[in-house]
């Protein structure tokens, strides 16, 4: 004579009594709000840096164009007031890594959700949910994909406890000399952004690396690489900001030094182009004299997926140096400018920088909206993912706390199987399965 | 339906392109287009409507209508979160309809007040898919008719407690692509090493590929015949979500509403008893449903219909762009195991 679980008047109380902190209100956060509220949640916290933008509506359903530049956990929590007044929520425009938010702040929930899109912020709740001792809900989505993992000390692994894959970087030698693929030239052309208006970072040359271990044909060779490019060489010794401060960020001398003089210096490391294909120099006033190629129409595409052409880059090229230099000007001496995709002459150099050096290393070039992905890390995201793994989430919030509320019944957590991946993917389900989640969905295609 | 983008408007606006970036660099320009000149009819705005509502708004449908014939009443208002907090006694896709709009101001967003049982034939044929919430079996299978034969997707959707479904008939030739790598062959380079001869794929470089797959009319996907070897011998992989829709179906049919918390008692007795008969008539045992199933099939669990609502939604999206394999034919989740499970029932 079982009790329905949702008129279960013990689960019930719980939830009405219980306080949540839910990290995030974007794409998940948003779908986990919604979700607790009229699951019966009552005291809900959340917190966001962030504010909204334009490219957050497909998804992030809480917040509209009017919306856009105010902040995310204080709209949120505006907008679920709207739909349910009795829900006591607490908005923090604030980083949950702030030392305000310390092991006592988390020690006041029963339980934490994370809606986030870093590493860092999810290795410091992680570690705070350890120190505080309290539940944790991880979860993630991407495109299609979506996990949902629970995190509980002594019981299951830790956020931390598997090696996640680092972020991707590429040999110095790579960007500088011997790029093969669009996102070499794109890294190269970050790099020269910062060289030219931003921090400049030993770490991101971009001029021809002379030490490159390639490029030597014995070791004697390579030693006297070593120590040449030690002493004095004219294209190492000048910083590249230096080099443009002196001819006042001239867009053409600037574009001669690096897609022509540069070019024809790595060409003198004859080793390098032995079984490549060797780079092709470019000249701007030759770029001006050829056949001008009729770009095409705009069409149906999007504006920013058109492909221009090497006079096309070339022009943004220029454009986006004088655009550049200006709001270096503007800024006052000692000025830097930080990259940012979605400031226009920013995406426009890296756009027309990387594009000139894939011309010259004869790999197709890719237009703005491709570069912009590459570029700006954009993972796409859609309303759909991170609904179901927002519900998900809820669902699991369920169980721990009914785990931890009914002290008679032993914690079972067979039937949640949290430390076992299931790997039901059988050959068809990779066109089928569109939400991978740890342990929780099995798609099995039965014929 | 659209088999070419000719139809309509070619020209992606700048506001488009801005909103709907993140969904176009996952699935294509081409998609949010064919999205972008389709119609949809959703009946049935409780908690699973609206997760529906929301994600086909979001996604940038040309036009949604919003169907249903029930007023609000505190239950209903509280199972999803357009509905305003005054808005008790009011029609339930009329109340609905303002935050629906203010989703996304660039699909039109209808609401009808008539129950889907007196609309005409013609009615449905205005819209190129159809999705059926909280409907008859009967309903739903004279609309299946109806629709498939004339190239109008159709979906059915319903949440019980912690458990849920979705059915969806993409007619006899669904046409659709999907991207896969581009295989490049070897390059050009001097150094042909072991590694020169293995077809290498691009990673930057892909292709469409063009796909057409055929659905069964729901009326083939509910009378199973559970009598012949084949099908006795696929039982123990058969989900018995199956057989608790039938059973939930049939409840609607008999009683005119679904299993309610204010008469537990009275409607578990009832489920009970029709699972027998159910299950009898198929010629299989009652063990088939064990009867907890009773607990858990009452009211709208919202976290449910959030998972539910968002695998519809994305089968939805992907019918309508023809991109992406279509789930075939049926989606259970059961949300007490966390577990969702795609299977097919109908004719082969």
Not at chain 1, 419 to 437: P, S
Request: hydrophobic share 40%; glycine share 6%; charged share 25%.
């Amino acid at each position: 004579e079982s009790v329905p679980i949702i008129t279960n008047f013990k689960l019930a109380e719980s939830l009405s009594s219980c306080r949540v902190l839910v990290v995030g209100a974007g794409g998940i956060g948003c779908e986990l709000l919604k979700n607790l509220v009229l699951t019966g949640f009552k005291n809900i916290e959340v917190i966001d840096l962030d504010t909204i933008d334009v490219s957050n509506l497909n998804r992030q359903f809480l917040f509209q164009k009017k919306h856009v530049g105010k902040s995310k956990a204080q709209v949120a929590k505006e907008s679920v007031l709207r739909f349910c007044p009795s829900a006591n929520i607490t908005a923090y425009h604030d980083s949950i890594m702030n030392p305000d938010y310390n092991v006592e702040f988390f020690r006041n929930f029963q339980l934490v959700m994370n809606a986030l899109d870093n590493r860092a912020a999810r290795n410091h709740v992680n570690r705070m949910c350890l120190a505080a001792d309290i539940p944790l809900i991880e979860s993630g989505t991407a495109g299609y994909l979506g996990q949902v993992t629970v995190i509980k000390k002594g019981q299951t692994e830790c956020y931390e406890c598997q090696p996640k894959p680092t972020q991707k970087t590429f040999p110095g030698c790579t960007i500088r000399n011997t790029p093969s693929e669009p996102i070499h030239c794109i890294v190269w052309a970050k790099y020269l952004y910062n060289q030219l208006f931003g921090e400049e970072d030993a770490d991101q040359e971009v001029s021809p690396d002379t030490a490159d271990p390639e490029a030597a044909w014995n070791p004697a060779d390579a030693a006297a690489r070593a120590t040449a490019s030690n002493k004095d060489g004219d294209i190492k010794r000048v910083s590249t900001k230096e080099w443009a401060r002196s001819t006042g960020y001239d867009p053409v001398k600037l574009f001669n030094k690096l897609f022509k003089d540069d070019i024809m210096y790595l060409l003198t490391m004859d080793k390098l182009w032995k079984k490549r294909k060797a780079p092709l120099p470019l000249d701007w006033t030759e770029i001006h004299h050829l056949e001008f190629s009729q770009e095409e129409a705009c069409g149906t595409g999007l504006k920013d997926q058109q492909v221009l052409g090497v006079q096309g880059y070339a022009q943004l090229f220029h454009r986006s140096v004088e655009t550049l230099r200006s709001q270096l000007i503007e800024k006052g001496e000692g000025a830097e400018l930080v990259w940012d995709k979605d400031d226009p002459p920013a995406m426009d150099f890296v756009t027309a920088a990387a594009n000139l050096r894939m011309n010259v290393f004869s790999m197709n070039m890719k237009s703005r909206f491709d570069v912009k992905s590459m570029a700006g890390n954009i993972i796409p995201a859609i309303a759909t993912t991170n609904a179901v793994i927002a519900g998900l989430i809820v669902l699991e919030a369920l169980k721990t706390l009914n785990s931890e509320f009914d002290q008679c019944r032993t914690v079972n957590l067979q039937c949640c199987s949290f430390h076992t991946r299931h790997t039901v993917l059988k050959h068809e389900l990779h066109h089928v399965l569109f939400y991978l989640v740890l342990f929780s969905i099995c798609f099995s295609h039965l014929v | 339906m659209i088999d070419t983008i000719e139809k309509e408007d070619n020209i992606i606006s700048e506001e488009e392109a801005a909103q709907y970036d993140r969904q176009i660099r996952l699935w294509g320009l081409d998609a949010q287009k064919r999205l972008r000149g389709s119609r949809v009819l959703l009946v049935g705005l409780r908690g699973l409507g609206a997760e529906v509502a929301k994600n086909l708004i979001l996604a940038g449908v040309k036009g949604l209508t919003l169907l249903d014939h029930e007023q609000v009443t505190e239950e209903s208002r509280r199972a999803q979160f357009l509905i305003p907090v005054d808005a008790d006694g009011q029609n339930q896709a009329q109340a609905s309809l303002e935050r629906a709009q203010l989703l996304n101001p660039m699909v039109e967003v209808k609401a009808d007040t008539d129950a889907v049982e007196s609309k005409p034939d013609d009615f449905f044929f205005q819209f190129d898919a159809v999705c059926l919430t909280r409907c008859s079996k009967d309903l739903m299978v004279r609309v299946d008719q109806l629709c498939a034969s004339r190239n109008i997707k159709v979906f059915c959707g319903d949440v019980y407690g912690y458990h849920g479904y979705m059915f969806s008939d993409l007619g006899q030739e669904h046409h659709y692509v999907e991207e896969k790598p581009k295989v490049v062959k070897g390059s050009n380079e001097a150094n042909d090493g072991p590694e020169a001869k293995k077809p290498k794929v691009d990673p930057n470089e892909t292709t469409m590929v063009k796909k057409t797959i055929s659905f069964s009319s729901l009326k083939e996907a509910l009378e199973v015949d559970w009598t012949n070897e084949k099908a006795k011998s696929s039982l123990k992989r058969t989900p018995t979500d199956y057989f608790l829709l039938q059973v939930l179906l049939k409840f609607r049919t008999d009683k005119g509403r679904d299993p309610q918390p204010d008469s537990f008692a009275e409607d578990s007795q009832l489920l009970l008893q029709i699972r027998d008969d159910v299950l009898e008539t198929m010629g299989l045992s009652s063990e088939l449903l064990p009867n907890t199933f009773v607990s858990y099939c009452f009211s709208e669990m919202a976290p449910v219909c959030a998972v539910v609502g968002g695998v519809l939604g994305q089968e939805i999206v992907k019918a309508l762009s023809q991109r992406d394999a279509p789930h075939r034919n049926f989606f259970f989740f059961d949300g007490l195991k966390g577990s969702g499970v795609v299977d097919y029932f109908g004719s082969k």
